[in-house]
Structure formats: structure tokens, C-alpha cells
């Protein structure tokens, strides 16, 4: 189940050796229901063009995204759930993450005709180096910088061809770290339904020690020993509404008292719900979550089918 307001709601009913899927559009699920136990979702409260609608199947499957799969769980309280569905433990919402990322641009003395640039990678870093024991991140590479992009930041008189001149002899690298799991960094939903995201950066040593690590190779491999921060072209670092890299705020683990999944990320508390999205993550390492993310849905789906016979 997706929940999203104008985006799509996919129900799929239990029977998955003769699916009966149901695609909605425009719909927005508004909380999820329960039995008088509170051990089973029973309804899917949907919001579809100004009507209430609900829906229901043996299993629920959440993957709304980091901010909205905790939002929806935290509307879905009720008595037997007084601090959000499936939220015993009351980490729901807390832990949230989103990388620490630095676009940042390097001049190159030599031209660099490469096109497809994003194909490299550096790890060496990835878990600290000599003078700095603990994990600095990931550094990558992104698509090409032209010279539109450097126009959009540079000043008006600037020539074209200067620019294009620049943007020939540019690098342009993709600098990650991991965000620390902190349960101040939280998504909370008021009595109307808002969703407040209150995040503070940390890690900041970290990532300031992987820009200068950067800096460092610069000069081997031919460019100018400086960086130019990309933050006049680019956001130097994804802004808050930036949702990519989010995850954390459902986390998944062996004990209900710290976590609000199991191992197999169904709710502790609720007997047919999963979530399957970045939520389920306990920390976020320092690459992109996507690959993650999917490889965990496809895990949970297998579950999910042996569970259904």
C-alpha cells in the first residue's frame, strides 16, 4: 500500500495465485484501522476525490517513504495504540536520515572529454584512514557539469564561450557520509494531520575530513588543489524537502522494545502490516539507499509468498 497524496494507491488483494490489483489514482490514505485486539489492520481509510473510501486485504504493506509511512502510523493511533500504530516501543518517527552530501566542482588543468564520468567510485575512505580511525564516506562522481550549469550561477557578464571553456576542464564529484541515527531527528503529526520534520545535521567532523581527503588527491591528478562548492549551480547539500536519501523512522530489529519491525519487517504489534520502504533501516551507511531498499522489498515479497501458501 502506497500512501501519498496525488500519487497512486495500490491495493492487492491476498490471492496472489489469481491477483485482483486495483490501481487508484488521486488517492491519499488517510490512517489505517484495527481490530478491537489491535493485533490486525482492518481498514485502509482512503481519501479519493473529496469521498472516504475504505479498503481492506489480510496483509497491508506500507511504502510511503521515510516521512509519510511514520506519519501514517502515527494518524493510525487508537485505543489500543494510543502513540501511533505499531509504536510500543516509540521509535516511530525518530531516528530519521538523510546523508550527509557535498556536490562540489574541480578544475582540471587538462580538458576532460569524458561523458559518462558517474561511473567512477572511491571507497578508500569509507571506514576512515591513518589519522582519523572512524568512517568518513563515500566518494562518486556525477554527470558531466556543462555550461549551462555554470551559467545559472555565474555572474551576467561572463562570456558563454568562458564558461564553456570551464566546463570542459571540469570534475564533478559526489561526496556522501553517513547520517548517525539520532531519535531527536523525528517526524510528528499534530492533531490536524501536519507533518512536522525536526532534523539537526551531525557527523559533520566526518564529512569535513572526506572533503578534505578530496582535496587532497586533487593536485596527483592534475587539477587545481581546491574545490568550488557547487552550491551556485546545485544545492551543496539535499535540502530538507530533499526526500531521496530518507530513512530510519519505522526501524526494523530482534527486540520490541527498541524497534518497531521484526527481522522480516512486519509490526510487532500488528500481525498483517509490513513496511518495505527506507523506514526499516537502523542506520544508514554511506551510499544511496535505493539498491537497499529494493533488495528488501524483493526479501520481504519471498516472505510474504511462502506466508500466503
Not at 69 to 75: F, G, I, K, Q, T
Request: net charge neutral; aromatic share 6%.
Amino acid at each position: 500500500m502506497r500512501a501519498k497524496a496525488d500519487a497512486q494507491v495500490i491495493c492487492v488483494e491476498p490471492a496472489l495465485r489469481h491477483p485482483n490489483v486495483r490501481m487508484l489514482t488521486g488517492a491519499e490514505v488517510e490512517r489505517l484501522e484495527t481490530s478491537a485486539s489491535g493485533r490486525e489492520v482492518t481498514g485502509v481509510v482512503v481519501r479519493r476525490g473529496g469521498a472516504v473510501e475504505t479498503y481492506s486485504a489480510s496483509i497491508v504493506v506500507a511504502a510511503c517513504g521515510a516521512i509519510n509511512s511514520a506519519a501514517l502510523l502515527l494518524r493510525s493511533a487508537n485505543e489500543r495504540h494510543p502513540h501511533g500504530l505499531a509504536n510500543r516501543s516509540g521509535v516511530v518517527g525518530r531516528h530519521y536520515m538523510c546523508h550527509l552530501n557535498s556536490m562540489l566542482l574541480a578544475v582540471s588543468r587538462q580538458p576532460n572529454p569524458t561523458r559518462f564520468q558517474k561511473t567512477w567510485g572511491l571507497n578508500d575512505y569509507y571506514h576512515g584512514s591513518e589519522e582519523w580511525p572512524y568512517p568518513m564516506g563515500h566518494m562518486s562522481m556525477i554527470g558531466k557539469t556543462d555550461a549551462s550549469i555554470l551559467r545559472a550561477g555565474a555572474p551576467r557578464l561572463v562570456p558563454g564561450m568562458t564558461l564553456e571553456i570551464m566546463a570542459r576542464h571540469t570534475l564533478s564529484f559526489w561526496l556522501t557520509s553517513e547520517d548517525l541515527p539520532d531519535p531527536a531527528n523525528r517526524v510528528s503529526v499534530d492533531g490536524d494531520g501536519r507533518i512536522t520534520l525536526s532534523y539537526t545535521p551531525n557527523n559533520e567532523e566526518g564529512h569535513t575530513r572526506l572533503i578534505g581527503k578530496l582535496k587532497s588527491l586533487l593536485h596527483e591528478i592534475g587539477c587545481q588543489d581546491h574545490l568550488i562548492p557547487l552550491q551556485a549551480y546545485i544545492p551543496a547539500r539535499i535540502p530538507l524537502a530533499g526526500v531521496a536519501h530518507q530513512n530510519g523512522t519505522v526501524r526494523f530489529g530482534r527486540d520490541p522494545e527498541t524497534s518497531a519491525l521484526d527481522a522480516n519487517c512486519k509490526a510487532h504489534d500488528v500481525d498483517n502490516l509490513y513496511v518495505v520502504d527506507g523506514s526499516f533501516f537502523p542506520s544508514s551507511g554511506a551510499v544511496n539507499p535505493a539498491l537497499t531498499i529494493m533488495a528488501n522489498a524483493l526479501r520481504v515479497a519471498d516472505h510474504l509468498i511462502q506466508r500466503l501458501g
